[in-house]
């Protein structure tokens, strides 16, 4: 009905200016110009427009630099981040600066040789020379970029294994992150969305041994300068792992796993402690202070005071809580990882302790309903979906 009434005023709003612009040319003057070819000063107008508009362009781009600039990324927080944020860099720079000499160039010739009585255009049919420098310019600048691009992506993408990398699962459902450390042997057991039950929200196959040592927590915890390669599984739909600190970003598939590895290089600590977030926090806080004042006046609760952390994302819209869908990831100190990793119980203890509990409760014809929980378990996934495209269509 609604868009039925907006096209209903749009066409009206059609008909009106058709109108008013037949009124307009009613009431010209009989002596008027009523020729629709340009007059000298239609091109004169026209030159200077031109011109006014690409120093428009250029004012506005300066302001946004100069106005927006701080909300630039600060250095990269991994190793493979300067390499990605110098790629960035030069073809960034490049195109501006063409863009900013050629712009510039169209205008200023659309004022400099606009139409008068006297100028007539030259007729000029090609000039091989020309055509050359014109077409060759840009295969050697983009061939050099592309080759420069595809060295950094392979450098980045390809995991070094000889660097022995931690190996840690992401795993993303609607709308959250969990973290399946490999444990000792470095392996993760083998999971999948059929094994889900109880305690075991990840899947992890009981029946595998590698996976009885893995770890599985909510808040992701990274030594600083050891190499790390994730895993990606999704439970659902297709979300996307995004670490805009540590310039990294993946897709998370359902059914596939995906990869990603870095090395992190700054610790939480050190990038509090950094020019940058001391002053990004400090001038978030004093919004948040500002803010409070309302807030208090109105006698609601306040907002408590801002500290950095890095996150993890999810950049896909995966459905309705998408924009809460995140995991505090926390880099310190070896030692500080030992000792927090120390305190986290393993998959296989989670699940013997699920187990003693269930035998404690439960008596001898508990084997009926376990078949009945298992079937809920596989059923479980397939619902999440369908409500994911009813979201995904909705947005
Ligand atoms: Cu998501």
């Known amino acids: 009905m609604t868009v039925f009434l907006v096209i209903i005023v749009l066409a009206l709003l059609a008909v009106t200016g058709w109108q008013i612009s037949k009124i307009f040319q009613l009431s010209k003057r009989p002596d008027a110009d009523t020729s629709e070819v340009a007059n000298e000063k239609d091109n004169k107008l026209h030159g200077i427009l031109n011109l006014v508009f690409v120093i428009f362009l250029y004012v506005i781009t300066i302001y946004c630099f100069w106005e927006y600039g701080r909300f630039y990324l600060p250095e990269a927080a991994s190793d493979h981040g300067s390499e990605y944020d110098t790629l960035m860099f030069i073809s960034i720079a490049l195109i501006m600066v063409v863009q900013v000499i050629t712009q510039g160039l169209l205008h200023y010739f659309a004022y400099r040789y606009k139409g008068t009585k006297t100028r007539r255009a030259l007729f000029y049919a090609d000039n091989d020379k020309l ?16 080759i420069y691009g595809l ?3 392979s450098d980045i993408m390809n995991i070094n294994e ?8 992401l795993y993303a459902y609607q709308f959250d992150w969990r973290a ?3 444990g000792e042997d470095n392996t993760l057991g083998k999971a999948n969305v059929r094994f889900i039950e109880g305690l075991n929200q990840l899947g992890v196959d009981e029946s595998d041994s590698y996976g009885d ?8 915890h990274l030594p600083v300068g050891q190499p790390v390669v994730f895993k990606f599984r999704s439970q659902d739909v297709l979300h996307s792992a995004y670490f805009p600190f ?4 993946m897709n998370v598939v359902p059914g596939m796993i995906t990869q990603f590895g870095f090395t992190p290089t700054i610790t939480s600590e050190e990038m509090r402690e950094s020019e940058y977030m001391v002053d990004k926090v400090k001038s978030v806080n004093e919004e948040r202070n500002e803010r409070n004042k309302e807030l208090l006046a109105q006698g609601e609760p306040t907002l408590d005071s801002y500290e950095f952390d890095y996150f993890l994302l999810c950049n896909k819209i995966c459905g309705q809580a998408h924009y809460n869908m995140q995991m505090k990831i926390i880099v310190e100190s070896e030692e500080d990882f030992k000792a927090w990793m120390e305190e986290q119980p393993t998959f296989g203890s ?12 439960e008596d001898t014809n508990s084997d009926e309903e376990e ?10 996934p397939q619902e999440s979906d369908a409500v994911a495209v009813v979201d995904n269509e909705q947005n």
Not at 131 to 146: N, Q, R
Not at 162 to 169: K, L, R, S
Not at 246 to 249: D, I, K, P, S, V
């Open 213 to 220: 040592d893995d770890k599985i927590v909510t808040e992701l």
């Open 162 to 169: 000889e660097e022995d990398p931690m190996v840690i699962e």
């Open 246 to 249: 540590f310039r990294a970003q």
């Open 371 to 380: 078949s009945s929980q298992e079937e809920n378990g596989t059923d479980e």
């Open 180 to 182: 399946r450390y490999s």
């Open 151 to 153: 060295f950094t992506w």
């Open 131 to 146: 055509e050359f420098i014109w077409t060759i310019i840009p295969v050697i600048v983009l061939a050099g970029l592309i």
């Open 350 to 361: 989670t699940m013997e302790d699920q187990n003693k509990d269930a035998d404690s409760t």
